[in-house]
């Protein structure tokens, strides 16, 4: 049919997505989880491959990923990346957007499971620098810089939402839970949470590290953080806008943050702490979603947790 855009290529294993780097415009659709027991795997992805740097970023600093990427839900696991001299380290280096014909970057709709990431500079499980829509996301594992360091970003310079990380973080400065850095007017970091270690020496976060001049809402965070200067429960260092945010100032051993509200564990699991600060967020019975919301919690009993995850 005239105008109908072409059909996702699809993924489904290490050979495939080695290949989107062959075309950064292009539309991706994963078809299932794929893991260190997928084809590929041991070329392009492993502890050995590469000469022992494991897998290659998608993409350049100059030469971005301007496509879309849709997980469909589904799980990239194992990845291991071992690039401490290098700069813009993730499943992706850099998404960005094309100038004049307004083609945005998107990964949605993605997890990224047991990853093993360390680089240098700009350094986060699924993307190094985001310029474009990072959605629906989420990774657990260990990472591992020097500066703008994140559990799922490092920099992030446009949108990240309902997104979460559980990662073990470790770097320098500007290390956080989920992004490193979230730069300027364009940074926009909403509806999101960590609940990962967080270790760095200066502007360290249990959510992100810095956000200058960047916008932060309706997130949280959980996990212990630790630092020697400028180091917050939530954020490290601000000069932004931060918006009914919270952080759990017993889990992470933090009782200030340069934003955001602290709260003892068992506030952080009453709904009324997030419907007064007018979340969208429902109560739901254990074991079960609410999709009509964007949060869903058990009242007393957990964190608040995103409609869209797999609870059991």
């Not at 502007?203 to 960047?214: I, K, R, T």
């Not at 939530?234 to 340069?258: H, M, P, Q, R, Y």
């Not at 999709?291 to 995850?309: A, E, G, H, R």
């Amino acid at each position: 049919m005239i105008g109908c855009a072409p059909a996702p290529i699809e993924i489904r294993d290490w050979y495939d997505l080695h290949a989107v780097r062959n075309n950064l415009s292009g539309s991706y659709i994963l078809m299932n989880n794929i893991d260190s027991s997928t084809r590929g795997y041991a070329e392009l992805a492993s502890e050995t491959a590469n000469g022992g740097r494991g897998w290659e970023p998608i993409g350049t600093s100059e030469d971005q990923f301007t496509g879309r990427f849709n997980g469909q839900g589904y799980e990239i696991r194992d990845l291991f990346m071992n690039r401490p001299d290098q700069d813009y380290v993730g499943l992706f280096t850099h998404i960005s957007w094309t100038r004049y014909i307004d083609n945005v970057g998107v990964v949605e709709n993605l997890g990224l499971t047991n990853a093993r990431v360390t680089g240098r500079a700009q350094v986060g499980t699924l993307v190094g620098h985001n310029e474009g829509l990072v959605t629906n996301c989420y990774s657990s594992g260990t990472v591992t810089g020097d500066e703008r360091v994140g559990g799922l970003v490092g920099w992030n310079q446009a949108t990240l939402t309902n997104s979460y990380s559980s990662c073990r973080v470790t770097g320098n400065s500007r290390v956080g839970g989920l992004v490193g850095d979230n730069w300027y007017e364009r940074g926009i970091i909403n509806n999101t949470y960590s609940t990962g270690t967080v270790t760095g020496e200066e502007s360290v976060g249990g959510l992100v590290g810095v956000n200058y001049y960047g916008n932060i809402g309706n997130s949280y965070s959980i996990g212990s953080v630790g630092g020697a200067k400028q180091v917050g429960g939530l954020v490290g260092w601000n000069k932004g806008a931060i918006t009914e945010c919270f952080w759990d100032i017993l889990t992470s051993g933090i009782s200030v943050s340069d934003g955001g509200t602290g709260k003892v564990t068992t506030e952080m699991m009453k709904i009324t702490t997030f419907t007064g600060a007018a979340w969208n967020i429902t109560a739901v019975a254990p074991n079960s979603t609410d999709p009509t919301s964007i949060w869903n919690i058990v009242d007393k009993q957990t964190y608040p947790f995103l409609s869209w995850q797999s609870v059991s």
